[in-house]
Each structure stands twice: as C-alpha cells, then as structure tokens.
C-alpha cells in the first residue's frame, strides 16, 4: 500500500499541542523509536481478532496510547496522494469504527521492550457482507523532549507527540476485488522522463491492493524504462508517475506497457483479494 501524507481533522487532534505525524496507508512505519508491525491487519468474522507488535528501539521510555480513526488515500486532479483520518466515517463508506477494540489501549514500553496488542472486532449480528475500514493510531510521546518556544513575553512548552497508522480491513462473508483503468496517458517531458498517469477506479466490494509494473518500450520491443509500485485503491485514485528513459534511448515512438495485479508477497496473510491482471499500453506523446 503506498504512503501517503496524512492529516487529522480538528476534532481528532484537539488537544494536541504539536503533533508530528509518520502515518502509514498501510506499510510499516518508524514513529519516534516506536516500531509497529506488521504492514497491515486482516481480520475476518470467522477469526475476529488480529495482534500489533511494538517496539522501543530507542533509549528512552516512550507512553503509548493505541486509538482508531477513519481515513483512506485519495488524489487530487494533479495526481498529489493524501490521507486524511476522521473521527468517523462519511455517509456511505463501510467503517469498522463503531466495533473495534484494542488490549491494552495504554501502556509504557521501556527501551528494547517489545509489547503484543490484541485488536477484535465484534461486529454486530445482520451486519452486511462485505469489507469494512478502519485505521489504528498508535501514539507515542515520551522519548523527544518538549520543544519550547518564546513568543514576546510569553514562554510556551509544547509536548511532541508522534504517530504511526496501520491499516485494518475487517471482512465477513464473499468480498470481491477488481480494477478498471479508464484513463492511461504518457508523455515525454523536459527532463527526458515519461510522465505517465492512470486514472483507476476500484469495483467489488473489497480494496483492490495492487502492484504496477509500467515499462517503456521502443518501436522495436526493447524496455528503457520500468517503474514497479504497490498502491491501495479504496475507491479511486489517479497514479502519476515519472519513468526515467535509459541513455540514448529514443524519445519518439515509445509506449508505455503497462498490468496492475494483485501479487502482494509484502502484506500479511490473507493478504490482498485476488484479481485478474488488468494490462494495457499508452503512446508516448511527444
């Protein structure tokens, strides 16, 4: 899954006086010296619960407090990924929010400590088939001392707090996956790199976790240039990529190849849903 910037909204942070945040989409992620594992949690209603491992790699205590939020990578008309976490979820989107616990929710890990945290999900008799979203939010202050600051004759500490989000994808009964690629373009830009952009729509009713590889090709089949990318699409997305052109290579009639598949070896099991690979080309425009 990629990483993505990712913001809180105000609610969410309120009464954090300076947060630094190293949110994950779905990869695992270094908060201060707190390490989290794995990349991401599958949890299913046959098996309700899945486990967390952090660790202190640093040399000081750090005080942990494990949260959920709501929030998914999303792009903008140029392509700039974001992912912004809400204290709930919008109209219509499938949160697992309302039935998600953690054990324990506090704790203090000494440096070199390791600590498992038990994630459940109990979800509610008649809940619909299908997968559900959701985000935990490990934070950990402790370990970075208080950053302080003048403004005229006022003297202000403020408390360093930093974060890191894991993906949780709870899952009852059939759910399906897929990808449609309604727009693919390339062109050569000033740098001698091909631009190339995907605009790619999820169907089913389960995140497609993808990988892309995209190779430029000469009129003749050789490969000059070859991008590789994991990416989780929730709903939609608009991939933008700058592929660098081998040397001497030519910059007219080139193609870009491209398959998005669902081969996630990264990912804990289960893993991703399985697709069909979806393949395609786009001309290079000059």
Sequence with gaps: MMTSPVRTTPSLAARVA???????????????AVTV???????????????LVLFNAGTAPEEIEIGFAFGYPTTDAQGRTSTILTDSAPAGDPSILPY???????????PGQRQTV?????????????????????????????????RGDVRMQLNV?????????????TVTTGLTVGGAVARMNAAGAVEAEFDVRRT??????GHLRAEVVTADGRVVGVIEDEMAVYRALRLRYAIPVAPGAPRTTLTVRYTFDTERPD????????????????????
């Design 18 to 32: 300076l947060l630094l945040l190293a949110l994950v989409a779905g990869t695992a992620s270094r908060a201060a």
């Design 100 to 110: 998600v616990r953690a054990f324990p929710r506090r704790l203090t890990l000494a």
């Design 267 to 286: 990912l804990p099991s289960p893993g991703a849903v399985k697709a069909a690979p979806v393949s395609g080309t786009a001309t290079v425009q000059g």
């Design 204 to 209: 089913g009713n389960a995140v497609y976790l």
């Design 161 to 173: 707090e930093t974060a890191v989000a894991t993906a949780v994808l709870f899952r009852k009964g």
């Design 37 to 51: 594992s794995p990349t991401a949690l599958f949890i299913d209603s046959r098996s309700p619960t899945a486990t």
């Design 118 to 150: 038990r994630v459940l999900v109990q979800a509610p008799a008649g809940m619909a088939e299908g997968e559900y979203w959701g985000r935990v939010v490990v934070r950990s202050r402790g370990g970075t001392p208080p950053i302080e600051q003048n």
